[in-house]
């Protein structure tokens, strides 16, 4: 009976303990991910491409500093990824995501990660997962394992695949590091994005204490500008997390006497007048277990009297007209602002703080330099080496962007570049959906010396180098993108969505008045053919609109295109291009165009020699702005047509002394057509301010044309050298 009883005990026990057992495995497993937040669900994408990185557990460690390159982003934002999924992702290497996670030392894990790569096998990028194990002192043990890496050239492309593998954690390992990053291969496109999805790492649960850690380490944080003579209240848990819940404890180890941080995190500052600028501060985040971290975080104090953005040292203001000066103080307070000792005027903010006084016109500086103060009670701004001049805007594509460290005679350039009443301003890259009236940082104007023009638009400051003997400061604002179309640069339509350099690079500028600009642009709009014509019309339209001027008070110059042989499949896209931009002269009052068809490269779009093309914009405005009407700055156009049997006679303007072949060579570029309209190579010679054609085969020659074929030199020039430009004619 006893030895009955002891089985069924025995027995029972072994149901029991069996029953546990498989508890605990199927426990086990269901706790055995080590990962916080692995299908990337947590975090709050906001914008596409955005700086921030909002992602529970998860940290961005930057290696290429302001290139921070890896972020959430959704099916909203990127439908490839999956419909209502969200993602990692990468676009080229300049940070990588890790993740600590808990671990036993010895102990069997496995990884993994969902990847896909949207573009294609050419590719730059191969996605890889690694581990780096520490030891309980929170020091790395050994260097990181890689536990995956795809090859992009055999690996499946617009479908997920999944990276995975295992690893044991070494002897004293106390946690390990999950990392995913993306590795560059030798060749490939370099702006292809990948994404990252679904990270997991499983095995057993370790009972070692893990880091706390501040987000963005090692660079220092940015955190929101605070205003002086303000009391400035936030935490530090905002900025730092531990996976371990622990109790966190801050200490402030460097900063200003103004800020104080508490154990808590809580951190309360009163900067004043004095204290107006970026400060690094250095805090230590404690667990209280043995781990902690530090950071660096960067705070900006801002002063309550400010200055736009536009405003700045050795900037240029514009002469003979009334100059608007505004910014911010302490609501309802007086503010004076003066121009030198020379003029002063008072004004008063609003109950915002807002406030704007007008500057009387003033003459152009003849020498010297003046200043900029600004003043409200104790409080002072203060610029220097400020000229009255002449403003110029200059805009378009690439070849206004260009530089002038990437041109022809670059050495000689800036041997000679000495000019102290030439400033020069870049517009920050930004783009908006919504009008700026402001720049998003302080305009960093300089003077245009050997150093700062190299990367300064070519164009542009030989345009500014050449209105110099004129004896007036010059200002010039660049204000280009590369390969940006004339739509970005045209006002947006109402309750339009789009962004526009427009709205940021223009806007701004139009709360102060300029003299006029200059536009060299169309490479984008080759395909719009003759539509281009009235593009033009509302772009300049809308610029005067903007700047509240009449056409006659605000000159437009632009550029004709280069030569170049667009791979397009038609051959006339360029001819046709050259028709619609010489019809925006004829429509538009006011503006002129400098023909460049002398110049260029037939397999090159940028052009390196562009001193003549800043020359010509400037000549053009010598003319039409600043009185030179006796000078010739007109390329040859033409005024009538004739015909005599099989001659036709094309009479010209804006000849100067007379008509001439460049280099003295035969005329070439000519073509004419009978009723049928089909046009053959012509004989032309010069006749006074005329040049008759001829053509063996056409008896009565009804058309003419001229420069329709980019690869011909056409070479009909004026006695200044200026060449003709496209035209096409019918009797």
């Known amino acids: 009976m006893k030895k009955t009883r002891h089985h069924v005990l025995i027995c029972t026990l072994g149901i029991l303990i069996s029953t546990l057992v498989f508890t605990n495995v199927e426990m086990s497993a269901q706790t055995s991910e ?25 940290r961005r460690k930057m290696w290429r500093e302001g290139n921070f390159n890896s972020w959430l982003t959704d099916a909203k934002l990127d439908p490839r990824i999956g419909s209502a999924n969200q993602a990692l992702q990468f676009r080229w290497g300049a940070t ?51 536990i995956d890496e795809a090859d992009v050239t055999k690996s499946p492309i617009k479908t997920w695949h999944r990276l995975e593998g295992s690893a044991d954690a070494p002897k004293d390992t106390a946690y390990g590091q999950f990392i995913i990053e993306i590795i560059k291969r030798k060749e490939g496109a370099y702006f292809q994005a990948t994404y990252f999805d679904n990270a997991s790492v499983t095995g057993q649960n370790g009972n070692k204490n893990r880091p706390p850690s501040f987000i963005s380490s090692p660079y220092p944080l940015q955190l929101d500008s605070i205003s002086e003579s303000t009391l400035y209240e936030d935490s530090l848990h905002k900025y730092a997390d531990d996976l371990d819940q622990d109790p966190l404890k801050f200490t402030l180890i460097k900063g200003p006497a103004w800020l104080q941080i508490e154990p808590s995190g809580a951190m309360q500052a009163s900067p004043e007048i004095a204290d107006i600028g970026k400060h690094l501060i250095t805090v230590k985040v404690d667990d209280q277990r043995g781990g902690t971290d530090t950071q660096s975080l960067q705070i900006e104090v801002v002063g309550h009297l400010r200055l736009a953005n536009l405003f700045d040292d050795e900037m240029v203001l514009q002469r003979g007209a009334l100059i608007p000066i505004w910014g911010q103080a302490l609501p309802n307070k007086a503010v004076t602002v003066s121009i030198g000792s020379e003029v002063e005027v008072k004004g008063r903010s609003d109950a915002l703080g807002n406030w704007k006084v007008q ?107 050449e209105l110099l003997s004129e004896g007036i400061p010059i200002g010039l604002i660049n204000s280009s993108q590369g390969g940006s179309r004339i739509e970005s640069w045209t006002a947006s339509l109402p309750n339009s969505t789009k962004k526009t350099f427009f709205n940021s690079r223009i ?146 303007t804006h000849t100067g002394t007379g008509l001439s072949s460049r280099g003295g060579t035969a005329l070439q570029g000519f073509e004419v057509a009978g009723q049928d309209g089909k046009f053959a190579e012509a004989v032309a010679r010069i006749d006074g301010d005329a040049v008759v054609l001829s053509a063996p085969l056409i008896q009565n020659p009804a058309h003419v044309r001229f420069g329709w074929n980019p690869a011909v030199q056409a070479n009909l020039v004026n006695s200044a050298g200026l060449p003709s430009g496209t035209f096409k004619l019918s009797k």
């Open 359 to 465: 500057i009387p016109a003033m003459r152009a500086t003849r020498q010297g330099a003046t200043t900029l103060t600004v003043t409200s009670g104790p409080r002072r701004i203060h610029f220097t080496n400020i000229l009255i001049g002449d403003l110029w805007i200059c805009s378009g594509q690439s070849n206004m962007a260009w530089a002038l460290k990437n041109t022809d005679n670059l050495a000689s350039a800036t041997a000679a570049a000495n000019h102290p009443n030439l400033r020069i301003v870049q517009t920050p890259d930004t783009s908006s959906s919504t009008s700026w009236s402001d720049l998003n940082e302080r305009a960093n104007w300089q003077v245009a010396g050997p150093d700062t023009i190299k990367d300064f638009s070519a164009v542009a400051y030989y345009f500014g180098k």
């Open 34 to 58: 080590r990962l916080i937040n692995g299908d990337f669900e947590i975090g709050i994408p906001t914008i596409d491409k955005s700086p921030s990185f909002n992602c529970k557990g998860w």
């Open 507 to 652: 806007m701004p500028y139009t709360y102060m008045p300029i003299t006029g600009a200059i536009w060299y642009q169309g490479e984008s709009n080759i395909k719009d053919g003759a539509s281009y014509t009235e593009k033009m019309v509302k772009l300049v339209h809308n610029w005067r609109d903007a700047w509240g001027r009449s056409p006659k008070q605000f000159p437009f110059y632009f550029v004709q295109l280069a030569p170049f042989i667009y791979k397009h499949g038609n051959d006339e896209l360029l001819p046709e291009f050259w028709i619609a931009q010489a019809t925006a002269e004829e429509q538009i009052p006011n503006t002129a165009m400098a023909v460049i068809n002398d110049i260029g490269n037939l397999s090159d779009i940028h052009p390196r020699n562009k001193a003549p093309v800043g020359k010509r914009l400037g000549l053009l405005a010598k003319h039409n702005t600043y009185g030179h009407e006796d000078s010739i700055a007109y390329s040859p156009k033409p005024a009538s047509i004739e015909t005599s049997g099989k001659y036709l006679r094309v009479t010209f």
């Open 96 to 146: 990588t995501i890790h993740q600590f996670f808990s671990a036993r030392a010895q102990s069997d894990y496995q990884f993994g990660v969902d990847t896909l790569n949207t573009g294609d096998i050419k590719s730059a990028w191969n996605p890889r997962i690694s581990v780096q194990w520490y030891n309980s002192e929170h020091l790395p043990i050994g260097n990181p394992v890689v």
